[in-house]
């Protein structure tokens, strides 16, 4: 169960649900009857492809996603699907982060290029593509905070309230998140500078940032449009500012300081 | 020319900048107050160069045959991306999704 959102994997290969047994073991909840289904279907032989372009189409009431190395269909409706697949981990994960990015648009969230941290009961996001500094804010952040994710957030609201819940979607510091959520305090475009600095950003900077870090897989006018709507309520909710900082700890004090915009 | 916007774009005004989100390629666009100014008359019922002519050049301080110009151009790169639709004759009305708002 990721986000509070329980997807129950169905893989008849015991070796495989072993692994991903371990591969996901924060995130394994109980045989919720509201689950939707996913059921994984080995293939053996054949080249993959994992770095083939992705197509993610909704066709006939199904959504149709297809990269190298793997094939799979979803039904939102029924919240069933079957994904065909290589006896890889990678696709698999893959193919759970385009899923919930097509649940979470239903339900007004997303999925974000953002590590994602609490700290003091409240989830700070730092935002930015590869080599912005997400990992390493995680990698400074004080001893008693708890990691969520150092590479995909994931956001929804609840109750008019955006959200931040850990993931099992890891980038370098290779540790998956904790299986826990809190409100989301504030979230930060990171920049690296040689001092740490917070600067408040215009509304629609802070929008045209946020789009380009939401993952966004399917190009249906309808999908956009939710998202577009999500990221634009958001921005009206959340703080958002850009972070410049040094590699220090200190960042995490000037985090704590009053905002000063 | 003609031109109408498309109703399955995503925008959204932000103060006086248009934010907009190309579904095919999930390319952004923000116009500033005169691209702004332009997009919110792109109804299909009124040609390209009466728009320039009774609104940019009445709102903003700038000659027609320049404004014009950049208004064509303006055009030519949102329909590049199927953002707006032109025609030689007026396009009929359908922008329902094309919503806009106002935030701070």
Redesign the interface.
Known sequence: MIGGIPVRLWCHDRSFSSLLRKRYANFLGSNDKEAAELTVNLLSGGKQHPEADLEVVYRSGNWHIQRGDFRAEWNLESRRGVVWQRRSPYAIDSVIRILHTLILSEQGGFLLHASSIIRNGQAFLFAGQSGAGKTTMCRLAPADSILLTDEISFVRPVDSTYYAFGTPFYGELAVPGKNTFAPVAALYLLEHAPEDQIDGV???HA??QL??NIL?FA???E???RV??TA?DL??RVPVRRLRFAPTPQVWNALEQPACS | MFVARSS???A?L??E?M?I?C????K?F?LNPVGTAIWNALDGDKPLDEIVKDRICTEFDVELETALAHANEFVKQLSEHDIVMTAEHPLPAKDP?T?T?K??
Do not use: K, W, Y
């Open positions: 215009s509304p629609c929008l045209t789009l380009r966004l190009h249906e006018s999908s956009v449009n577009f709507a634009f921005i009206s | 399955s774009v995503a959204r932000l103060e900048e934010v989100m579904p095919r390629t999930s952004l923000v999704d919503q708002g935030v701070v």
